[in-house]
Every structure is written in structure tokens, then in C-alpha cells.
């Protein structure tokens, strides 16, 4: 069956630390795959996506993440976490024609001062 | 932010109620899609809609059905209402086709709580 796991479900950092939020997929071919990021009381906002080509992906607020065939993965990182990074981040995939996005559980993130 | 928008922000009823919610999508998008998003999970495929047809439903009773008028936007109904359906409902809008394809952007949601 397919599948998007997130195995952290809460991480804390510091302010200017450096962040990894891990992410497989469970799929038969190589999905389309997304990062999207929710604040309290809000919808979910498209950080970055992966569909095929260069497997290190940029997207917004500095974030970037790498797409890895062989390990199932693809994380997220941003070099320096800011307070406003606080928020739930969720991956999700979809594979070909098929839309469904099938999400993660998601990522609690708390940044400490 | 994005031009999807959906009404009511939140809703309360109560146990075997119907409600409607509704939503709009960004502009050029013919396809919409409803997840519904339980409290510490992550968001769970209800169906899509692609030019007023059903594209595609994921494991919902036949108690959540939709529409899609020919503007694109798009209603969800919810008969029946159990307590386990007090969630946030998120919709979301895409177009196969352009430089966008294949993105979802997604809406605010309507919080239902159902008593």
C-alpha cells in the first residue's frame, strides 16, 4: 500500500540551529512528493515539491530538501531556523495521474529563543 | 496566500445534523479536492472533482458527497453527522495542466465540531 511516514512527530530547536524533518515514501514507482507547512488556524502552504530532475529541491521561507531513490527519502532542511518556523510541517505524495495526495502524520516543530 | 477560499471558518452542530461547506477555487483551477484533517493528523483524501465529475474517492461512507458547478467551485455535504467527524475540512484546487499541474493549493478550512 502506499504510504508517507514522518517518523518525528515533534522536534525542538534552537533559534539559528539547523533543521532536518525526515520524510519515506512507500509507493510502486518514484511519486510526485511535497512539502506543505500549517501554522495554527491555518491551511497548508507549499514549501517545495519534487517531481523529477535535480534531486536537491528549493523552495520557500530557505528551505530546501533532497529527493534519495535508494533510501525512500525525502527530507527537509533549512540551515538557521527562525522563531516563525514554529508550525506542524506535513509530506505528502501522489503518484502520476492520480492526485490523491497521501500525507504524512507530521512534523510538530517548537524553536526555542 | 493562495486564492482558494472556503466558508464557514467554523461550524458547530449537532449529532445527525447535515451541513454543507463550500468552497472556491484559485482562478483557472478546475479541480478541487477535500480532505478531511482530525486533530494531531495529517490531512485524509474525502474525493476530487474534475469538471463537475467525481475523480476519484478515498475510504469515506457515501454520508460525505459532493458537488462541482461549472464556476468549479465546489460543495461538500455531510449527512448524518457523527461525533467522530469533527475535524478540520480542508479543499483544495489544481489544474492538470500549465506550470502549476499536478500542485495543490489549499484553503483556510472550515472547523466542524460536531456535539
Known amino acids: 500500500a502506499q504510504s508517507v511516514t514522518q517518523p518525528d512527530i515533534h522536534i525542538t530547536v534552537s533559534e539559528g540551529a539547523s533543521l532536518e524533518l525526515r520524510c519515506n515514501y512507500s509507493?510502486?514507482?518514484?511519486?510526485?512528493l511535497f512539502w506543505y507547512v500549517q501554522s495554527p488556524g491555518q491551511g497548508l502552504q507549499l514549501l517545495l515539491k519534487y517531481f523529477s530532475g535535480d534531486t536537491l529541491v528549493q523552495g520557500i521561507k530557505g528551505f530546501e530538501a533532497e529527493f534519495k531513490r535508494s533510501q525512500s527519502s525525502f527530507n527537509l532542511r533549512k540551515p538557521s531556523v527562525h522563531w516563525s518556523d514554529a508550525a506542524e510541517y506535513f509530506c505528502a505524495a501522489t503518484a502520476g495521474n492520480n492526485r490523491k495526495l497521501i500525507w504524512g502524520l507530521g512534523t510538530s516543530l517548537a524553536v526555542n529563543p | 496566500e493562495t486564492g482558494v477560499t472556503q466558508s464557514p471558518t467554523h461550524l458547530i452542530k449537532t449529532r445527525g445534523q447535515q451541513v454543507t461547506l463550500r468552497c472556491s477555487s484559485q482562478?483557472?483551477?478546475?479541480?478541487v479536492s477535500w480532505y478531511q484533517q482530525a486533530l494531531g493528523q495529517g490531512p485524509q483524501f474525502i474525493f476530487q472533482?474534475?469538471?463537475?465529475?467525481?475523480?476519484g474517492r478515498g475510504n469515506f461512507p457515501p454520508r460525505f458527497s459532493g458537488l462541482q458547478f461549472p464556476n468549479y467551485s465546489s460543495e461538500l455535504n455531510v449527512n448524518a453527522l457523527e461525533l467522530d467527524d469533527s475535524a478540520l475540512y480542508l479543499c483544495a484546487s489544481s489544474s492538470p495542466q500549465g506550470a502549476t499541474k499536478n500542485i495543490q493549493y489549499f484553503g483556510a478550512g472550515t472547523r466542524l465540531s460536531v456535539l
Open positions: 509507493y510502486g514507482a518514484t511519486p510526485y
Open positions: 482562478s483557472g483551477h478546475n479541480t
Open positions: 472533482y474534475y469538471r463537475e465529475e467525481e475523480n
